[in-house]
């Protein structure tokens, strides 16, 4: 019996607390934990400077998209209080409305409401830096979500009107993550595939959809050339991530990379993708080709993009654990048999021994993670700033959560000074080895714009955490960067060691006590 209007709302409505309250609970225990990688710092420094009017790109350089860090200023202005209301906002709102959007592929139905649970709890069975801090990989999912509700049957792809929108929510997707952009090929098969329209109004579906990936991008396009800052904004959001693609390493190291990161995903891509594939062979979505067609082009297009790099991180396949959730609902709508109650099982027994483990391991009591060390925070309590007038920190390494926590802003654009400045390549164990020359990333035109920003802003902190060897930082020394270590020498006195990281002062501001 079809429910009514208003009864089909209540359900939806119901559905959507239940939806709330699994997201809450399985990412309770990290509402109120420190940081979990060091990219949290590095985006929520962005999104302040957002907040108090700096350009992005030109006062603040990552090759995040603009909206990372437009959504971490959205949760500060909804929640505040740093990374509580980040993560709250994530939990409470951002995780709901993407599994709302599975349980929608499938009508509310069972498959439905199966596959929205088990990507709530998918998703949370990974490491705490991949399932609890917030990357680009879980903001794009929205707009990728509602896509593909909307275009779950296969009259849908064949108006033009909604072929528009969804083609405007992936360029937004695109603006969370560059790769989103790879999703739209899987809406532009299901178009092309569709029966019973004509050749005409497929055509015009597609000129729709890619006229709508178009808008966004030429928003945000005209906005920085409004601001003068286009060129950085194309440098460092797309040039630059094909430097950041290019990661260089053994074959040994490929493999190693490979067993180790991929070890940590068995437990929600490798369940999430044997109970999709029982689904297919079972044809357990009733035989439904536009459904079954368009995850498929999903599961392909989030795939790929995750293995850009090698650097195989577990936030990179979030975005696949959605397109796998959707092939799988229809798996575990059938609850009764026990292979369905067993796959069940080992997301909610992973979902668990990640929390419980993960809560251990980044205890800054026991000192097990370098995002975690409770140096930083040491440091952070040691820079005072009483010298007139709050003036910026640098920090000299790869630590952008000395900004959050001391509170000064950033002396210059270069936040995280790594590739360009140094040759530090993240996620590369043959360089950590020391065994990959890297000379060649370095730009002398960033050194120019270091100091710089360093002379302009006459930061009244400088910060040397190679003596520490924090996050590796120990290979880059002050000493061997003449430029900056003049500036230093010129302008500071040193304020004294914490941690071993040493701390500078401008010499026209008063002595404080370290410890």
Not at 58 to 81: E, H, Q, S
Not at 104 to 131: H, Q
Not at 445 to 472: C, F, G, I, K, Y
């Amino acid at each position: 019996m079809a429910l009514s209007g208003s009864a089909r709302t209540l359900e939806v409505g119901k559905l959507l607390l239940l939806l709330c309250a699994v997201s809450i609970v399985t990412r309770v225990a990290f509402l109120g934990a420190g940081f979990t990688n060091v990219d949290e710092g590095a985006h929520w420094v962005g999104a302040r400077e957002f907040i108090q009017g700096g350009r992005l790109y030109v006062d603040f350089a990552d090759n995040k998209p603009p909206l990372v860090y437009a959504y971490y200023a959205i949760a500060d202005a909804l929640f505040g209080r740093g990374l509580f209301g980040v993560r709250l906002f994530a939990a409470s709102v951002t995780f709901p409305a993407i599994a709302l959007c599975a349980a929608a592929f499938f009508d509310f139905d069972r498959r439905g409401r199966a596959a929205a649970i088990a990507f709530l709890v998918a998703s949370a069975a990974l490491l705490p830096s991949d399932a609890h801090a917030i990357n680009g990989e879980h903001i794009l999912l929205v707009p990728l979500a509602i896509a593909a509700a909307l275009t779950r049957t296969e009259a849908a792809t064949t108006r033009p009107g909604r072929m528009l929108l969804v083609g405007i929510l992936i360029g937004v997707a695109a603006l969370a993550k560059q790769p989103a952009a790879l999703c739209g090929a899987a809406f532009a098969w299901s178009v092309i595939c569709a029966n019973g329209s004509r050749a005409r109004r497929r055509l015009l579906s597609l000129s729709m959809l890619g006229l709508g990936f178009a808008l966004p991008l030429m928003a945000w396009v005209a906005l920085f050339a409004r601001q003068g800052t286009l060129e950085a904004f194309v440098y460092w959001a797309f040039r630059y991530n094909l430097l950041h693609m290019s990661n260089p390493m053994t074959f040994g190291d490929r493999l190693f990379q490979l067993l180790k990161m991929g070890s940590v995903l068995i437990p929600s891509v490798g369940t999430l993708a044997v109970a999709w594939a029982w689904t297919e062979r079972t044809k357990g979505m009733h035989d439904d080709p536009h459904r079954r067609r368009l995850i498929l082009g999903l599961v392909i297009t989030t795939l790929l993009p995750a293995f850009l790099g090698w650097r195989l991180f577990g936030h990179y396949f979030v975005p696949l654990l959605f397109a796998l959730s959707l092939g799988a609902g229809p798996f575990f709508a059938d609850f009764r048999p026990l292979s369905r109650k067993v796959a069940a099982g080992v997301l909610v027994v992973a979902c668990l021994a990640f929390t419980i483990a993960g809560r251990i391991v980044h205890d800054p009591l026991r000192n097990l993670t370098d995002v975690n060390d409770p140096r930083y925070e040491q440091i952070a309590k040691a820079m005072p700033s009483n010298c007139g007038v709050s003036r910026p920190l640098f920090v000299w390494g790869y630590a952008p959560q000395l900004y959050v926590q001391s509170g000064h802003r950033p002396a210059s654009r270069f936040v995280v000074p790594i590739d360009t400045i140094t040759g530090h390549i993240v996620g590369n164990d043959t360089f950590v080895r020391g065994a990959l020359d890297t000379s060649d990333r370095i730009v002398a035109e960033h050194w120019d714009q270091l100091m710089s920003d360093l002379e302009r802003s006459r930061p009244e902190w400088v910060v040397d955490t190679a003596p520490a060897d924090l996050n590796h930082w120990g290979r880059y020394p002050l000493l061997n960067f003449h430029r900056l270590h003049a500036f230093v020498r010129s302008g500071y006195r040193e304020q004294g060691n914490v941690g071993g990281a040493i701390l500078y002062r401008r010499t026209d501001c008063p002595r404080a006590t370290t410890r």
